[in-house]
């Protein structure tokens, strides 16, 4: 069965500083990887999502994230991180089966 | 506007008091889902339907009831809620495609005392 493990719960970074936040999926034939982003009180929002092609995918808020299959990664990654992307991150695979199989989230807490 | 609207937002109710919590979409999707989020635990799956009259258990569906009469309504049942389902709700609908991403509702927080 699929599984999706972030390897990080939370992760503090200083506001402008660089980040990277860490998922790795299990090894499937095919895959469809998202990130979603879930501000405090809020749903999740679709942030970026790798379907097929290139390998480095850019979604919203100057996010991007970079399929790795050899190593069955899907990191997600920011140059400059801002105090409104302080929130909960979730990395997600859709398996054969259609569903959305979600690792644990991590926290991006922004320091000043 | 394209959304997935869940009602309540807030929900403080007793123990064993039945209770169903809405969901609607207005983007014709076909599959649509509940989800329950607790600290720690990510999102977990509790039941899915991939199209009307057509539906089937999640990861944790024990406690919860589903139904899906129509296209755009799933509502969320709890025919004896207890207090080990307090948690965070969310109701997402995708459309068939494969590739294609679940949009999410607001949440619903229960509490069951």
């Known amino acids: 069965a699929q599984s999706v493990t972030q390897l990080d719960s939370q992760v503090p970074v200083f506001e402008e500083a660089p980040v990277e936040l860490r998922c790795n999926y299990s090894?499937?034939?095919?895959?469809?990887l998202f990130w979603y982003v879930q501000y405090p009180n809020q749903g999740l929002q679709l942030l970026l999502k790798y379907l097929s092609g290139s390998t480095l995918v850019k979604g919203i808020n100057g996010f991007e994230a970079e399929f790795n299959k050899s190593q069955t990664s899907f990191h997600l990654r920011k140059p400059s991180v801002h105090i409104s992307d302080t929130a909960e991150y979730f990395c997600a695979v859709r398996d054969s089966n259609y569903q959305l199989i979600w690792g644990a989230g991590t926290k991006l807490i922004i320091k000043p | 506007e394209a959304q997935v609207t869940q009602n309540p937002r807030y929900l403080i109710t007793v123990t064993g008091k039945k209770l169903t919590v809405t969901c609607s979409q207005n983007?014709?999707?076909?599959?649509m889902s509940w989800y329950r989020q607790d600290p720690g635990l990510g999102l977990r799956q509790i039941y899915y339907s991939m199209n009307v009259e057509v539906t089937d258990k999640g990861d944790v569906p024990e406690g919860y009831k589903v139904s899906r009469k129509e296209k755009r309504n799933f509502p969320l049942i709890l025919e004896s809620p207890s207090p080990n389902q307090t948690s965070l709700y969310f109701c997402a609908s995708s459309p068939g495609a494969v590739g294609t991403e679940a949009f999410f509702g607001q949440g619903t927080r229960l509490t069951v005392v």
């Open positions: 090894s499937s034939v095919s895959v469809y």
């Open positions: 983007m014709n999707h076909e599959y």
